[in-house]
């Protein structure tokens, strides 16, 4: 036996335990996050029964939480694509640590956020009309095609990445169910960490890496097209693709933060997820969050200096009825995180996350302020001046499918790291080996 297959045997016996016990808190929170998706069921089912008068959009706002919950997990899955294959194409030492996180978040959020533009369509049994006679002039054929795209693109750079630890797990799976060994068996599809094996999956993950990261940006780019290329007020920007683009990152690397601390703290990492990982992503976290107090900024400033009266009626709108909910989510939600991560002194692993936990609230927010006001101040009013057909107010229904969204990923999530251990164990060997072929011989060292 080897020294690698040592180490692969003593790395598969410290993460195999992770995979196989389950703990009692992990039991009580699977049994809430199921709790939550039967409630969203439940709605789900009445408002299939009732329709849409059961949620809070009417003929003014055709759009609700829905569209809100859409763009955020959609950008969320865009944002983690887009860091994933910049780690690996430029292969960054620390990535070892956080790549699995991303990588996962990636492809959970592009499972769930379609999800919720199914929720927004009164007539789902006429959805295959979208398959079946597409108009490539809508931006809507876009996105399809740009989501299911991604989406495959994302699926096959996740399990190539999975590959070498799926080996490490058919190898040294010892005390492991049956099936569990059968099923690292299939998906290591005859891998066996030889050399020639080695260089090829490391050149096709670094070639599915510059295209994740290519499909990240066009895809992204053509949901942000879809709200500027109206005439709406309030979307019709030329900078909402960049913007977008920006704010996609801004939530992403906030919910990467997020779960590096609580899989920190719950799976006892702190071996592998240190401080020097939360600093980074915090450094990064506070260069995206002026980039995107940027652009609030200038998107805000020109609608306020053009003088125009619809930009003047939404700025109305924002300043009368949406007063705090502006201030969190362009203030609080921007210079909060800035003031934490500018100061080295405030940098702790605790601040840092809180930082993100505001940075990720704020954009919600902030993506909920361009959707509904912008709908609440159309060119043409509607003949009914009802208060409810005018103002949107989001139901128990839609804050239940809302919930049930979020807990479906978080569940799918702690299922995906069931399957393997959130930190790579082929990247663990990998960095190692690096290590051990760049450090030089005693006699070859340059004595100062």
């Known amino acids: 036996m080897t020294d690698l297959d040592v180490r692969k045997k003593e790395l598969a016996k410290e993460f195999l335990p992770m995979l196989l016990k389950s703990t009692k808190w992990s039991k009580i929170w699977t049994g809430v996050l199921v709790g939550f998706i039967l409630w969203g069921l439940i709605a789900l089912v009445l408002q299939i029964i009732n329709g849409h008068g059961v949620t809070g959009m009417r003929d003014n706002v055709v759009w609700g939480i829905y569209i809100i919950n859409f763009i955020f997990f959609v950008c969320l899955s865009y944002s983690g694509a887009f860091i994933s294959g910049v780690l690996h194409f430029f292969n960054t030492p620390w990535k070892n640590s956080v790549s699995r996180i991303i990588e996962i978040v990636t492809v959970v959020s592009l499972i769930i956020g379609p999800v919720f533009i199914l929720l927004c369509i009164g007539r789902l049994d006429r959805l295959h009309y979208l398959f079946l006679y597409p108009r490539i002039q809508s931006p809507i054929t876009w996105d399809v095609i740009a989501i299911i795209t991604d989406l495959i693109g994302c699926f096959i750079y996740l399990y190539l990445t999975f590959i070498p630890d799926f080996a490490i797990l058919r190898d040294n799976s010892i005390g492991a169910p049956r ?107 506070l260069v995206i969050s002026l980039l995107f107090g940027y652009f ?129 164990m082929s990247g663990i060997i990998n960095y190692e080996r690096e290590k051990k072929k760049n450090s030089k011989p005693l006699a070859q060292q340059q004595l100062p």
């Open 179 to 285: 099936w569990r060994k059968k099923l690292y068996k299939f998906l290591a599809i005859g891998y066996y960490d030889t050399p020639k094996q080695r260089k090829r999956l490391h050149s096709i993950t670094r070639i599915m890496s510059a295209m994740i990261i290519a499909l990240a940006i066009v895809a992204y780019t053509v949901l942000a097209w879809i709200f500027s290329l109206t005439l709406q007020p309030g979307w019709n920007s030329t900078i909402f693709a960049p913007y977008f683009i920006v704010a996609g990152l801004y939530s992403g690397v906030g919910v990467i933060i997020i779960i590096m601390y609580l899989i920190r703290k719950y799976l006892k990492l702190e071996h592998y997820i240190r401080k020097v990982h939360f600093i980074g992503a915090g450094v990064i976290l």
């Open 296 to 424: 609030t900024f200038s998107e805000y400033f020109a609608r306020w200096f053009s003088h125009k009266t619809t930009d003047a009626n939404l700025l109305d709108t924002l300043f009368n009825t949406y007063f705090w909910e502006f201030i969190f989510a362009n203030y609080i939600g921007v210079l909060v995180p800035i003031v934490i991560l500018f100061f080295k002194r405030f940098r702790t692993i605790k601040s840092i996350t809180f930082a993100a936990v505001i940075a990720v609230l704020g954009l919600w927010l902030n993506r909920y302020l361009i959707v509904v006001p912008t709908l609440e101040t159309p060119y043409i009013p509607i003949q009914d001046t009802r208060p409810e057909f005018i103002h949107y107010s989001a139901t128990w229904i839609e804050w239940a499918l809302s919930f049930a969204g979020i807990a479906a990923f978080v569940l799918f999530f702690m299922l995906l790291i069931r399957l393997v251990p959130i930190i790579p």
